[in-house]
């Protein structure tokens, strides 16, 4: 039995100041995978549309989440990185997917019905709804088999599982007339497949950074407080203030991970420290069971500092030399769509378009 050949592709939207969540949700995943991986990472500019139309600088959004990417180590020289408005194709396959994804999967996704509810629903774009199949669009074209993402991502990519199953069944014969196919075992089921089922990778001690205002509500850049999240860009100063003002309980931290059930700011904090000392939670409580949040945050503000303040520094340096960044991303462009045609010609020749 055949299989499809292992590839890494995730994105990041340009829409607003990039966060810790952001950071050990997804950035520091792709930098860990790029050195057993053939990777791709997309600046997702099309996708940023969605919620908002206009935006004052989407231009320079984009090129602050390429030089993130590329401050925190990803190799744009041995991977590919670009913008996802620069390769059409990510759009046409999206539209061939909301052909084949049905209206009520879109409507179930969490993440539209908080974006669409109460107040926005007459702000909703049409954008928004289809947003999960552009992104499984934005995977698919590349046949990508593993996507690094935060857990607020899941949902979207069971969706795209759902949409490159409901295309190879439906279009299962046409599939066989071509050499394109790849065998495959879905569950116990050996399927004839065009498209991968995609694997999220999720794990780690942080897959979803909470606000450090409310353990219970995820760090987001769209929250009205700034105190809530760490930025990427944010300063030493900036960071220690955030972290010593953060929300915790009285209580000292637990020696065991059970003991941080019911705790949701401590097992915030004690997950970000694991993170980015990449440590187990089991191993921090090792470390600082006993002791108190005055001991704790110190240290944290110490290590959070230590890890961003070379990312942020050296973001500020790429920032300076725009055409730097751009020669990149046209670069990364041109590889990626060399890569993106070869699938649409072989989806246009299975759907049956005459070329
Ligand atoms: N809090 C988080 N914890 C872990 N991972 C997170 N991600 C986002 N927030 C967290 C992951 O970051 C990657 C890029 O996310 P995105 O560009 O799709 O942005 P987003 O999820 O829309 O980010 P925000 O901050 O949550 O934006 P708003 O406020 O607009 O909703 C993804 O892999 C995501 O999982």
Same mark, same amino acid.
């Given at each position: 039995?055949?299989?499809?050949k ?24 792709? $930098? ?34 390429a ?7 990803i ?14 194709q ?9 052909c084949v ?15 669409s ?21 934005d ?5 990508a088999?593993?996507?690094? $993402?935060?857990?607020?991502q ?9 949409i490159?199953?409901?295309f190879?069944?439906d ?9 394109y ?18 694997e ?17 509500k ?7 407080s ?11 100063e ?9 929300k ?11 003991g ?5 700011e ?45 990312i ?8 300076d030399?725009t ?33």
């Amino acid at each position: 039995m055949s299989d499809f050949k292992p590839l890494v592709f995730s994105g990041v939207q340009p829409t607003g100041n990039l966060h810790l969540g952001n950071y050990l949700g997804a950035i520091r995943k792709f $930098v860990a995978l790029q050195q057993d991986h053939d990777c791709i990472y997309c600046v997702v500019d099309l996708h940023a549309i969605t919620a908002q139309l206009v935006h004052q600088d989407l231009r320079g959004q984009t090129r602050s989440i390429a030089a993130a990417f590329i401050a925190s180590g990803i190799d744009p020289e041995k991977h590919i990185v670009f913008n996802q408005s620069a390769v059409p194709q990510h759009a046409e396959l999206a539209w061939v997917f909301n052909c084949v994804a049905r209206i009520g999967w879109m409507e179930r996704m969490t993440q539209f019905k908080d974006k669409s509810g109460g107040k926005n629903a007459e702000q909703t774009s049409l954008g928004l709804l289809a947003y999960p199949s552009l992104m499984a669009a934005d995977i698919l074209v590349y046949r990508a088999t593993h996507v690094p $993402v935060g857990d607020d991502q899941k949902q979207h990519l069971e969706l795209a599982r759902d949409i490159a199953q409901k295309f190879n069944i439906d279009f299962t014969d046409h599939i066989r007339k071509t050499s394109y196919g790849v065998d495959i075992m879905v569950g116990e089921e050996p399927v004839h497949a065009y498209f991968p089922m995609v694997e999220p990778l999720i794990g780690g001690p942080a897959p979803r950074v909470m606000s450090l205002r409310d353990g219970t509500k995820k760090m987001s850049k769209s929250d009205a407080s700034d105190l809530s999240r760490i930025n990427l860009m944010d300063d030493a100063e900036t960071i220690s203030k955030k972290i010593r003002k953060a929300k915790t309980d009285p209580d000292a931290l637990p020696s065991e991970v059970e003991g941080l059930k019911g705790r949701p700011e401590a097992d915030n904090l004690v997950g970000i420290y694991a993170a980015l000392s990449d440590k187990t939670k089991q191993e921090v409580l090792g470390e600082f069971g006993g002791q108190q949040f005055s001991v704790f945050k110190p240290a944290l503000v110490d290590l959070a500092v230590e890890v961003l303040a070379p990312i942020s520094g050296e973001m500020r340096r790429l920032m300076d030399d725009t055409t730097h960044i751009d020669a990149i991303l046209r670069k990364g462009a041109e590889k990626a769509r060399a890569r993106a045609d070869l699938t649409m010609n072989q989806v246009r020749e299975i759907v049956g378009f005459l070329q």
